[in-house]
């Protein structure tokens, strides 16, 4: 176990160096830069933003110059909000979509896992056909449409919810429902698809010729073994909504780092569009292991090579 642990972070390491020389290049390579923008800047200022911020050297000097920062875990200031650290944002940032993304998960797995092993349990009848509507139309219906009937509805009509801001325990339902409802539809199929596959296998039947009960049958054998490529799926998703959903936070105005994000890459600022990318990469390939150790953990058959 610890010999492959070691050999995952290595990988890892790889990867995440990887996303951040893509990203540093390709970036580069789109039109503009972050002191365009700027109004009434004459070339000479402009000049001088350059040198301070190191912009005006080799392309190639300014990568090995970010990489050996980042690799110290200094991301360099922000371009455009001056005198602020891009360390310093995805500090404050994060907390706030990591709480609301935390949550668009829990409740993904409380309601999707379930509600996939009763359409699986009443397979072809009128409960199975109605999860999987509701699972389909969660699937197609985009994000930002889920926000716009949300906001209309609970917001706007009944006034029952507040639609902006996340000063409060109800402005966090309405972005928690939208943002939790694709991952739910999707762990409901996935969870319905992998039940029925294993309640047809040969144990599982020698469990019920034995006189297992319903609920033993159901909760020891199949819901440990169906489990597991919901797990797979939660892991990337964990780390893409912990990080935040650029449409549900803007939409709601959320100030989290999706929102953050955004503006970094509208005003092209360099070091947050470049930290923010290694900071999510980071997560999602630190999930992925964190996954595969589960995997172990709920089926000690697996073998970890």
Sequence with gaps: MAKYIVKR?????????AVATITFFLMNMVPGGPFLSEKAISPQATAALEAKYGLDKP???QYLTYMGDAAQGDFGDSLKQRGRTVMSIIQNKFPVSA???GLSVLVALLIGIPLGCIAALNRGKFLDSLISVIATCGIAVPSFVICTVLMYFLG???RLLPTMGLTSWKHYIMPVMALSFYPTAYIMRLMRSSMLDVLSQDYMRTAKAKGV?????LFKHALRNAVLPVITYVGPLL???VTGSFVVEKVFTIPGLGGEFITAINGRDYTVIMGST???AALIVMMNVIVDILYKLVDPR???K
């Design 59 to 61: 392309l190639f000097q």
């Design 278 to 280: 290694i900071f999510l």
């Design 156 to 158: 706007v009509n009944l």
């Design 239 to 241: 780390a893409y909504l």
């Design 302 to 304: 697996i073998k970890l």
């Design 9 to 17: 972070l290595l990988f890892a390491l790889v990867t995440i160096w």
């Design 213 to 217: 009960s319903h609920f033993a049958m």
């Design 99 to 101: 709480r609301i993304g």
